[in-house]
């Protein structure tokens, strides 16, 4: 006759006073995270809840936290009032052409730079990185001269042209940290069967770096979304205005009407807010695994 094991419970091997300091270390350690998520959210949930109050309220002293009745009306009519969906589908299709232009540019030079050897790779790839501390408006004028005398100037051709030459240098850089985790042993596999570097590059590299092209394409889609001063300096014809620039239109037409205001920028920011939760996964997961060390 066999006896029957009984399942017991595991006790911790922590002594009773270690745990309790565990325990007290988690619990302010959450409390600290909660405190920094309520401080950060704190604006979208205000601008949410100004858009939906009425004028009274929203400029009423002492503050309306909570409106009363909601005024869902304020939404369909500053989004009739400014040609909002012309806004847009200009936004969508800047952000459009610009994430495939860095997907594609990027990752062919960050495959170059990791996967690739030769004479003076990472000497350039560190005066490529380098480029990230000059700033944006040094080289502003510069780059608007040179664009005037190409006559790209007027649409968002210099703002989407760039990104097809590997003009993302943190896109470049992010996918090169990621490129650089993968088994080289892979690739001279490849090599011996007779397969050639555009083949390893798109058969073998871009399907396991599927993480970190998401984390890439949900940065460029961001930055493509909130750009505000690339749009003004290069676009002059309203009808080709981003949602940043149609906000400002907003703001500036109807600057004592703040919920009407508030209404506009909760439209424009929702995109950006719920494509984060629904892909907050995988962006994590790309950012955790990108690889800092050199081959």
């Known amino acids: 006759m066999t ?29 600290v995270l ?11 949930v205000w601008m949410f809840l100004t858009s939906l109050k009425s004028s009274h309220q929203a400029l009423a002293v002492p503050v309306v936290w909570w409106p009363h009745p909601f005024v869902w009306a304020n939404y369909p009519q500053v989004l009739t009032a400014v040609p909002f969906y012309r806004f847009f589908l200009n936004t969508v299709m800047y952000a ?11 990752s062919l030079v960050a495959y170059g730079f990791s996967r690739i050897s030769w004479r003076g790779r990472n000497l350039l790839f560190y005066v490529m990185v380098s480029t990230l501390l000059v700033p944006f408006f040094a080289t502003l004028i510069p780059l608007f001269v040179m664009y005037k005398r190409f006559h790209m100037v007027g649409w968002y051709l210099p703002l989407t042209v760039p990104t097809f030459f590997g003009s993302s240098v943190f896109s470049t850089f992010l996918l090169r940290q990621f490129f650089m985790t ?19 590059y798109r058969r073998i590299v871009l399907p396991m770096a599927k993480p970190a092209m998401a984390t890439v394409v949900l940065f460029q889609f961001i930055y493509s979304w909130n750009d505000y001063i690339g749009p003004l300096v290069y676009i002059n014809d309203t009808s080709w205005y981003p949602l940043s620039l149609g906000l400002y239109q907003v703001l500036g037409t109807y600057q004592t009407s703040w919920p009407w205001v508030m209404a506009a920028a909760s439209a424009a920011t929702a995109p950006i807010v719920i494509l984060f939760f629904l892909t907050q ?4 997961h790309g950012i955790a695994i990108q690889g800092t060390g050199e081959k």
């Open 3 to 31: 006896d029957v094991l009984v399942p017991t419970r595991r006790r911790s091997s922590l002594p009773p006073g270690r745990a309790r300091h565990r325990l007290v270390r988690s619990l302010a350690k959450h409390a």
């Open 34 to 44: 909660v405190a920094v998520s309520v401080v950060a959210g704190f604006p979208l």
């Open 96 to 106: 459009a052409i610009t994430i495939i232009g860095v997907c594609l540019s990027s």
């Open 182 to 200: 993968i088994p080289a042993s892979m690739s001279d596999a490849a090599r011996v069967d007779g397969a050639n570097e555009l083949y390893i």
């Open 281 to 284: 996964r995988v962006f994590l």
